[in-house]
């Protein structure tokens, strides 16, 4: 979902960490350890409370109730702006998509934070299956993930095209299932050597959302 339909809305970030006294690389390494990150997308950190006090806890300043409230506060500003504000050239593709008869699925490696304004996007229209992976405990690149979603949308792996911008080794995981893949570099492009391992598992390299319209339906 973020950074192939959703812009996350980065520099809104300071809302998060300047409450806190801390910098923006102390916020991120503390909401982004390994242990953390992986406990966020799994589920196993899987209310907003929980991640936040794990996020907390990892900082090395002791954290006011008024500052607790401020970053989280800070912290849904940045996730309603990020579902609500979509890009009018996606919302045009998948429109048009929907239309033409595609079944559309969503696999998204999240946490609970990150669907609390699912509701109010734009995008849910749209959709058909939407899997978010704190809920259901799996992670791409699992093969499980895609497996799930092309049963929730009814359709074979040979049929399906997963569109992603290459984060967590997701199209690895999609060409393991048989998917067909294509990489869009819409709203994010990776450093050269992240983009060299994605482009071995891509069928198709995109740097709009027009190129996937004229992709899939001509």
């Not at 579902?83 to 429109?95: A, F, G, P, S």
């Not at 990150?114 to 899997?131: C, G």
């Not at 049963?151 to 049929?159: C, D, R, S, T």
Request: proline share 3%; charged share 30%.
């Amino acid at each position: 979902m973020f950074w192939t339909l959703v812009d996350p809305h980065s520099e809104l970030e300071h809302f998060e960490y300047e409450p806190l006294g801390v910098s923006r690389e102390m916020w991120g390494l503390a909401n982004w350890t390994k242990k953390t990150g992986k406990q966020r997308g799994n589920g196993k950190l899987g209310t907003p409370e929980a991640i936040m006090d794990r996020v907390f806890a990892n900082l090395p300043v002791k954290v006011t109730e008024e500052a607790r409230n401020k970053a989280v506060e800070g912290k849904k500003l940045r996730m309603r702006t990020a579902l609500t504000q979509i890009d009018k050239e996606i919302l045009e593709c998948l429109e048009t998509l929907k239309k033409s008869g595609f079944k559309i699925g969503l696999i998204s490696n999240a946490d609970a934070f990150d669907d609390m304004f699912w509701d109010e996007s734009p995008l849910k229209q749209y959709f058909d299956d939407v899997i978010f992976s704190y809920r259901v405990r799996l992670l791409k690149p699992d093969r499980r993930i895609y497996k799930l979603s092309l049963k929730n949308l009814g359709v074979m792996a040979k049929e399906a095209v997963f569109v992603g911008d290459g984060g967590s080794d997701e199209h690895h995981g999609a060409k393991k299932v048989g998917m067909t893949t294509v990489w869009t570099e819409y709203l994010h492009t990776w450093d050269e050597k992240t983009r060299a391992e994605i482009g071995k598992y891509a069928d198709l390299r995109i740097e709009n959302f027009k190129e996937l319209t004229e992709y899939l339906i001509g």
